[in-house]
C-alpha cells in the first residue's frame, strides 16, 4: 500500500465483530473487497489485535496497522513488540494532536481515500481490563467513531476479543 505517511517495519477462535453501519448485528458477513484497504488501529498488542489482523486477511490483501503516540517511550516499545509478533504488516506511527487521537485517524483516512475508493477501519478492543480501562475505552472508541461517521466510504468493525 502507498501510505501517505512512513511506516517501519494464536490468534483467539471467538471474537464478537460489529459494524457501526450495521449496529443491530453482532457478525455481519465480511466479504473480500477488491483494491479496500484495511486499517487496524492499535494502541498496544493484545488478542483483539492478533483477531483483528486475522479478520483483515479475510477480507483484504492491503492491511496496516496505525498507531497514534501519545507517549514516545510506549511508541518505542509498541514498535519493539509489533516487530517481533506481526512483523509482516506495516506498523504506521504518528503522532497525537495534542491528546486527541482522532484529528491524526481522520487525516490518514482522508488521505487513503484520495487513492481508494473505501477504507476498512478495525478498532482493536479488549474486554478482560478493569472498568476504569473499559471506560477509556469507551470514551476513545466513541471519540473515532463520532470523528468517521459522517465521512462517506469508510466501514468501521469493532473487534472484540478476551
Request: charged letters at 15%.
Amino acid at each position: 500500500m502507498n501510505a501517505p505517511y512512513s511506516s517501519g517495519a494464536g490468534a483467539p477462535s471467538a471474537a464478537k465483530i460489529t459494524q457501526i453501519n450495521h449496529p443491530m448485528e453482532e457478525t455481519p458477513n465480511l466479504t473480500p473487497q477488491d483494491n479496500q484497504p484495511v486499517i487496524i488501529l492499535v494502541s498496544e498488542i493484545n488478542p483483539a489485535v492478533l483477531q483483528a489482523i486475522k479478520d483483515a486477511r479475510s477480507i483484504s490483501a492491503d492491511i496496516l496497522a496505525l498507531h497514534i503516540a501519545l507517549n514516545a517511550e510506549a511508541a518505542a516499545a509498541l514498535r519493539v513488540s509489533w516487530e517481533q509478533t506481526a512483523q509482516e504488516l506495516p506498523l504506521i506511527m504518528l503522532p497525537a494532536a495534542g491528546r486527541s487521537i482522532a484529528p491524526p485517524i481522520t487525516g490518514y483516512i482522508d488521505a487513503l481515500l484520495e487513492q481508494y475508493s473505501a477504507v476498512t477501519v478495525f478498532i482493536a478492543e479488549t474486554d478482560n481490563s478493569g472498568w476504569t480501562h473499559r471506560l477509556r475505552q469507551l470514551w476513545t472508541t466513541s471519540s473515532i467513531r463520532h470523528s468517521l461517521k459522517e465521512r462517506k466510504n469508510i466501514t468501521v468493525n469493532s473487534i472484540h476479543a478476551n
